[in-house]
């Protein structure tokens, strides 16, 4: 089979990059499957892609915000039509179950319909002035050309968590998606093409961070910054965002922790534990990579959870028998590799995995073995780092308030859980838990799109993705106040 090729969307046609070059996506679960071929961009192409939706956003900002909520309410139901087929392709090209990708797919379709509600919303406010015969309002603005840089992990939610917000508040765009998993970002951007968007409102070039991510940020048209990644590259971002004044969504990386308390419904615990902790193959920033337990239920929790991650059936997401899918790729093998390398010396114990799968039609491609360590101390690296991949922590705690103080004492706050039957304990764990999301019986991920979404501390840097948050980073304010009194009134004077 001939390998598809893609190129990059600039005002609206598919275009080369500039230097000619490409690069390959392959499926993780076979590396011998390419799934497309895709350009190399450069600054020279993200001029273009930018020029392009300044152009765009001459028409595209005067267009009203109903109208364009309507193509995305017309991109919703295309996305549902197609969801067998996007799910199919982002499993080829991610790597996570059908199920999940099916779920993926399902976000962005729940952005559409959500986001394409918010056009005939976008509320400001009214308010009375303090002068007679003068009115008083706000109302929000587009930003203008706004840059965004995607994850691998969520190929195509997230894309939709930053384009269509973006899109119902007037602003054009362009995307890089994740080099690991363009497929579905063009996908979904053909999708918006196909519900009537117009050239140029969002325009895709792919490529690598330095060459292609790196201008898009200090590129002097695009006024925002959305970037979906690891903490290290998010500073690099922030840094450049920040030396140009650009308005800056930062989403990172999370270590995030479930509580277990002796109260707690065991088996509900246990299934969350599995789903949050090797869900995505822990490849999600909202994976539970720590569970903390009460002692007390520790040692048969932590003998069933053990059970529960060596029955796991791994393999290629696309066969509907397997429950977790590889790692995206080399790289993030050797990162799982060498956090189990540094828990092991640091003194935890290994239950289970702790390698990588090389038998059989594993040897194909990127599979890690679902992984738990047990003793393991709240300021030991395995429980501080992220690792980004189905390897989890059990840590002991003899009270809920020990256990919120390890939940965080961490670098990261983006999501916690706390299994209990006591309201009062769920109750202060919503209040004293660190984090921007907190689940209460359930695992720490699983975020609903029309509910803000990001962290605090070195998660992100105060935005949200999702609800109204999104809705709030894509349009700035403008107070307006109109004067109908016929003559000079001076506020704070008069
Ligand atoms: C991510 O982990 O990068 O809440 C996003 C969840 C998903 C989104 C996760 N809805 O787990």
């Not at 490529?207 to 290290?232: K, L, M, Q």
């Not at 975020?447 to 070195?458: N, R």
Request: glycine share 10%; charged share 20%.
């Amino acid at each position: 089979m001939s390998t598809a090729v893609y190129k990059n969307l600039i005002g609206g046609q598919w275009v080369t990059a500039r230097s000619g070059k490409t690069f390959l996506n392959l499926n993780p679960a076979r590396y011998e499957d390419t799934v497309g071929e895709f350009p190399t961009s450069n600054a020279e192409d993200v001029a273009d892609a930018v020029a392009a939706a300044k152009a765009a956003y001459a028409t595209w900002r005067l267009t009203p915000a109903p109208k364009r909520a309507e193509i995305l309410y017309r991109t919703g139901e295309i996305l549902t039509q197609r969801k067998e087929q996007y799910a199919r392709d982002m499993t080829r090209e991610m790597g996570k179950v059908l199920s999940e990708t099916r779920g993926d797919v399902q976000e962005a379709i729940d952005t559409a319909y959500y986001m394409a509600g918010e056009g005939r919303r976008l509320f400001g406010q009214t308010t009375p002035s303090e002068l007679p015969n003068k009115f008083a309002m706000s109302v929000r603005m587009p930003v203008g050309v706004c840059g965004m840089i995607a994850p691998w992990n969520f190929p195509m939610a997230i894309p939709s968590w930053k384009l269509f917000p973006a899109l119902v508040c007037g602003n054009t765009c362009l995307i890089k998606p994740a080099e690991d998993t363009p497929l579905s970002t063009y996908n979904l951007v053909q999708t918006l093409m196909d519900a009537g968007l117009p050239p140029g409102v969002v325009n895709i070039v792919a490529g690598f961070g330095p060459e292609a991510g790196a201008p898009i940020v200090t590129h002097p048209d695009v006024r925002a910054i959305s970037f979906t990644g690891s903490s290290e590259v998010g500073r690099i971002v922030g840094q450049a965002a920040a030396a140009n004044f650009k308005p800056c969504s930062l989403e990172m990386g999370g270590k995030n922790a479930m509580i277990v308390m002796e109260d707690a419904n065991l088996d509900l615990a246990l299934d969350g534990a599995v789903w949050g902790a090797f869900g995505t193959t822990g490849q999600r920033c909202t994976a539970t990579s720590r569970i903390i337990l009460h002692k007390k239920i520790a040692a048969e929790f932590t003998e069933r959870l053990v059970a529960r991650a060596r029955a796991l059936r791994v393999g290629d997401g696309l066969d509907e028998q397997f429950e977790m899918g590889p790692q995206i790729n080399q790289q993030q093998i050797d990162t799982s590799t060498h956090y189990v390398e540094i828990a092991t010396r640091e003194g935890a114990r290994l239950l289970c995995g702790g390698e990588r799968l090389i038998e059989g039609a594993h040897a194909k491609g990127t599979f890690f073995a679902p992984t738990v360590f047990s003793g393991v101390t709240p300021s030991m690296r395995i429980a501080q780092e992220e690792v980004f991949g189905p390897v989890v922590s059990l840590i002991e705690c003899g009270s809920l308030e020990e256990a919120i103080g390890q939940a965080n004492g961490i670098q990261y706050g983006l999501s916690t859980a706390l299994y209990s039957r006591d309201v009062n304990r769920a109750f202060a764990a919503i209040r004293d838990l660190e984090a921007g999301i907190t689940y209460i019986n359930a695992p720490t991920i699983g975020a609903e799109v029309h509910l803000p979404f990001g962290g605090v501390k070195q998660t992100g840097n105060g935005h949200r993705e999702g609800g109204t948050g999104a809705i709030d980073f894509y349009s700035s304010w403008k107070s307006v106040y109109v004067d109908y009194s016929d003559k000079l009134q001076r506020a704070q004077i008069d």
